[in-house]
């Protein structure tokens, strides 16, 4: 059996084909397009045409935002469609170019070939009620759907069952405070394999400072700056999604290696921002799951960059948080282990692998079943 994943972010990519053999699952052939803003079916068929003789059977898409409906993975059809639309609202960056994949690889593949959502969102399906609700009129809240959903549930899944996988002597993984930084970042906190809080709320938006996107702010900018600047709602909401962030405040980047190079003072503001807001929330979390086992770094920037991790580990050693400053420095998108032996919270660098968790969810709501 060939998998195909298709997982789109909000300026990323990546196709990956896996095979089911009775040892599991094996990634055999993958691409990642950085960058990608244009909706591209090019790129897909390529890839595609790449693999040579090996046949798809089962078509796999990340969809970020799954609303109320949509709490396990599903099989796509003409009513999901509709609703994964209907929610583009609340996920203007990724889930209109989910809905586009979606379309094209039916175009390409045929009408038989089975298509699989995998919901970034359910992951946090069962958040206590004291982190899902906001203190908003309850009525309210409950007539509009209006609590925190949480995001990247697919990349903190990955993170946790490596995790799980490298210390089976601690049950379920402990406490775990997992971290995934890239152009959309969000931190969450797992106790005992279940999450308890995460820093991404209705929408994408809320939480870390992201590449273009602001994260946490007053919502009063948001009736403020349309009363004085005459901006649309609309116009703000496109300039918190994308022109804010990393880019926002550097005027110059939203890329973290840019910015890092840079002498300008701004660049150096936004990483700053970027590392401090991280940082808030390990506290906060920390005080959450009553102290960790472990943090766990992953995604392009938290897998690549040991000066950004170093940041935001920064002064931590009270906490019991001791950063190996040799082994932070030498791990670049391998797995590894970053703190000190004496470190009371291990700390880990995990590469995300999304692709085997969609794969995964996948097979067992189809009834594929992952053997070995």
């Known amino acids: 059996?060939?998998?195909?994943?298709?997982?789109?972010?909000?300026?990323?990519?990546?196709?990956?084909?896996?095979?089911?053999?009775?040892?599991?699952?094996?990634?055999?052939?993958?691409?990642?397009?950085?960058?990608?803003?244009?909706?591209?079916?090019?790129?897909?068929?390529?890839?595609?045409?790449?693999?040579?003789?090996?046949?798809?059977?089962?078509?796999?898409?990340?969809?970020?935002?799954?609303?109320?409906?949509?709490?396990?993975?599903?099989?796509?059809?003409?009513?999901?469609?509709?609703?994964?639309?209907?929610?583009?609202?609340?996920?203007p960056l990724h889930n209109p170019s989910a809905l586009a994949w979606i379309r094209s690889a039916r175009a390409l593949l045929g009408e038989q070939l089975p298509q699989v959502a995998v919901f970034d969102s359910a992951f946090y399906r069962s958040l206590p009620p004291v982190a899902q609700s906001y203190a908003l009129p309850q009525a309210l809240s409950r007539q509009y759907h209006i609590h925190r959903y949480g995001f990247h549930g697919i990349a903190h899944q990955a993170m946790l069952n490596r995790w799980q996988a490298i210390r089976p002597n601690i049950k379920n993984g402990g406490r775990v405070i997992s971290i995934q930084l890239g152009s959309g970042c969000s931190i969450t906190a797992i106790d005992h394999g279940q999450p308890v809080d995460t820093s991404m709320g209705f929408s994408p938006l809320e939480g870390l400072v992201m590449a273009t996107r602001s994260g946490d702010i007053d919502p009063t900018v948001v009736s403020y700056l349309q009363q004085q600047s005459g901006l649309s709602l609309d116009e703000i909401e496109r300039l918190l999604n994308r022109e804010s962030g990393l880019l926002g405040v550097s005027g110059e980047s939203a890329d973290m290696r840019v910015l890092l190079a840079s002498d300008n003072p701004e660049a150096a503001l936004a990483v700053e921002l970027y590392c401090y807001r991280v940082r808030k929330y390990i506290g906060a979390y920390l005080a959450v799951l009553g102290g960790a086992d472990a943090i766990l770094f992953g995604g392009g920037v938290g897998e690549n960059s040991p000066q950004v991790r170093a940041k935001i580990l920064q002064n931590m050693a009270w906490l019991g948080i001791e950063l190996d400053v040799t082994e932070n420095e030498k791990t670049l998108a391998v797995e590894a282990v970053i703190s000190r032996e004496k470190s009371d919270i291990a700390v880990w660098v995990i590469p995300v692998d999304e692709a085997k968790v969609m794969a995964e969810q996948a097979l067992e709501i189809t009834g594929g079943g992952v053997t070995g």
């Open 1 to 91: 059996m060939s998998i195909l994943t298709i997982n789109t972010g909000s300026s990323s990519l990546r196709l990956s084909l896996l095979t089911q053999s009775e040892s599991g699952l094996m990634q055999r052939d993958q691409a990642h397009h950085q960058g990608v803003s244009v909706h591209d079916p090019s790129l897909l068929a390529g890839f595609i045409a790449s693999m040579g003789e090996s046949e798809i059977t089962l078509l796999v898409h990340r969809v970020v935002h799954g609303g109320t409906r949509f709490s396990s993975p599903c099989l796509i059809d003409a009513g999901v469609e509709a609703d994964i639309e209907q929610l583009s609202l609340l996920a």
